[in-house]
């Protein structure tokens, strides 16, 4: 299916602590209130992010849904993926390697450059099931 | 065991091979000096050997010591602790081994704590003083070394030797013990989790330093975890360490001493090293954190989390740290009072409610609550039904 809405590639500053992420929330507040925004976030550039930049990526999400829109991140490096994972906020975000990838998924489905979450298994080989020996204490 | 020589030991901590740079490191701390299930890998080495009958050990450093808890204050006491700066560590081990060589040793052994290994001293003791060698280094079934060395005491020039090439190489050819026992090289901070998590699985001699008031769960003293709180087997909890509600502890993790969890937060599969604080509702997965570094061991990534929210060191000295508590709940109980203060008042209730509400559902009305209709206990037999789970 194409889609005719142009979709928005915009580059996340360096540092996204809470002040300057307010001054980008501010720079693309004209695309979030437009009708059905089509967003790509390329967070190649990110080298530090911390609650408040969390915070505004979850703020332009719920903006973007708001208006039946969405918002995709691309080129997340991993000190960002980390922050994310730790602010449980990674699995609310559609993830992929490069912004050509994100762009493209919104007109078509690309299974293959999405990034999953992946839990690794535990070394010395303690990958109990649900009936695998835990022993649960509430305290 | 009894040792017919005088054996006395260095211990080196730091000087990790040029090749692998910022090795054997995790926060500008050498994982030695870690704690692992309540005690550092030094203090481990310590115990050992003073077990097996070694009663002189001097300790080299390039690090200053890190604040310790109860068990490794009172293990510093019985040893010697020189802190050198990194260049100058092998030419203080040199000298500390003439030292030792004067006051009356025969054989030295030497350990830079690169691995941590099980081995057993009488086993090698003998080896040495069966074999024509004047040095017996000790290396793994691949043969590579694990900077371990036993000298004779009067041979200081081959020791030199020796200590200059940081244990690799031997002036004259020396002698190899193969060790096949259990060892876990610490070259990085995820080796240093396996080996907290292999003891926590007993399989090796590491005894998380607690009492186990579940099987599997080990908790040091003055330990508090609020009631919500979950701990799931295998589990460190360090001694005051401080768990809030609501909070998850679970798949083999380990809280050092002085670490705090605060509420909602699970840890799974991690380390917290001592004297760091973790934010609420936040997940730490097949991670190792020290302050407010984080090391990701899916990820490979180390970073230095900016955002005290998230994770944070906290003061390490007692009164320092209690006047931080003292000085914050001072500011809390002035904010609290002011925000109550000039809190907006809630909207008034309307006097009338909508006639909607007054009335009674007709939903409620007697007879259609009372009269059954027909045949409504019992279902068709071609009908199904499917219960949704989990997020479908």
């Not at chain 1, 967003?39 to 550039?45: A, I, K, M, N, T």
């Not at chain 2, 901070?189 to 330093?209: I, K, T």
């Not at chain 2, 605060?262 to 799974?268: A, L």
């Not at chain 2, 998230?310 to 003061?315: D, F, N, P, T």
């Amino acid at each position: 299916m194409e889609t005719s809405k142009p979709v928005v590639v915009k580059h996340v500053p360096q540092r996204l602590s809470l002040k300057q992420a307010r001054d980008f929330l501010f720079e693309i507040q004209p695309i979030l209130s437009s009708d059905r925004p089509q967003l790509v976030f390329d967070c190649s550039q990110v080298l530090q992010i911390d609650a408040g930049g969390v915070e505004t990526l979850l703020q332009c999400l719920a903006e973007v849904i708001k208006r039946d829109g969405d918002l995709k991140l691309a080129a997340v490096p991993a000190s960002m993926s980390l922050i994310l994972e730790m602010t449980r906020t990674e699995r609310l975000f559609e993830i992929y390697e490069t912004a050509t990838d994100a762009v493209l998924s919104f007109s078509r489905f690309l299974p293959g450059s999405l990034r999953l979450h992946s839990v690794a298994p535990m070394p010395g080989s303690l990958h109990h099931g649900p009936a695998g020996g835990h022993f649960d204490q509430a305290a | 065991m009894d040792i017919a020589v005088d054996l006395r030991a260095i211990i080196l901590v730091g000087g990790a091979p040029d090749d692998i740079p910022a090795s054997e490191q995790f926060a500008g701390l050498p994982l030695a000096l870690c704690d692992v299930l309540g005690k550092s890998v030094l203090h481990r080495a310590v115990e050992s050997l003073q077990q097996q009958g070694i009663g002189s050990i001097s300790i080299i450093s390039e690090s200053a010591a890190p604040v310790l808890n109860t068990a490794g204050r009172e293990l510093r006491s019985t040893c010697s602790w020189t802190e050198t700066v990194p260049a100058q560590l092998w030419r203080t081990a040199e000298n500390t081994f003439g030292d030792l060589a004067q006051s009356g040793a025969e054989i030295v052994l030497v350990v830079r704590l690169g691995a941590y290994a099980e081995f057993d001293l009488e086993d090698l003791l003998q080896q040495h003083l069966a074999s024509p060698h004047h040095v017996t280094c000790v290396v793994d079934e691949a043969g590579d070394p694990l900077d371990i060395a036993l000298i004779n005491a009067s041979r200081r020039n081959e020791a030199a030797y020796l200590l200059r090439h940081r244990l690799r190489q031997a002036r004259s050819c020396g002698g190899k013990y193969v060790f096949r026992g259990y060892h876990c090289r610490l070259r990085h901070v995820g080796e240093l989790r396996g080996l907290a998590l292999e003891g926590l699985l007993q399989r090796n001699r590491l005894r998380p330093d607690g009492e186990e008031v579940r099987p599997g769960i080990w908790i040091a003293s003055h330990a508090r975890i609020t009631r919500g709180a979950r701990i799931v087997a295998p589990a460190f909890i360090g001694e005051r360490v401080k768990i809030c509600a609501s909070a998850v502890i679970t798949r083999g993790s380990c809280l050092e001493h002085h670490t705090i969890v605060e509420p909602g937060t699970v840890i799974e599969n991690s380390t917290l090293l001592p004297f760091t604080r973790v934010g609420s509702s936040l997940d730490f997965t097949h991670t190792v954190v020290s302050g407010s570094r984080v090391a990701s061991l899916v990820r490979k990534v180390e970073l230095d989390v900016p955002d005290p929210t998230l994770a944070s060191s906290l003061v390490q000295h007692a009164p320092l740290r209690a006047l931080t508590s003292a000085l914050s709940l001072a500011t809390f109980l002035p904010m609290g009072f002011l925000r109550g203060l000039f809190q907006r008042n809630r909207p008034p209730r309307p006097s009338e409610l909508p006639a909607a509400a007054v009335v009674h559902s007709a939903a409620l009305n007697p007879p259609a609550l009372r009269a059954p209709v027909e045949g409504a206990s019992s279902f068709s037999a071609n009908m199904v039904v499917a219960r949704r789970y989990g997020n479908q």
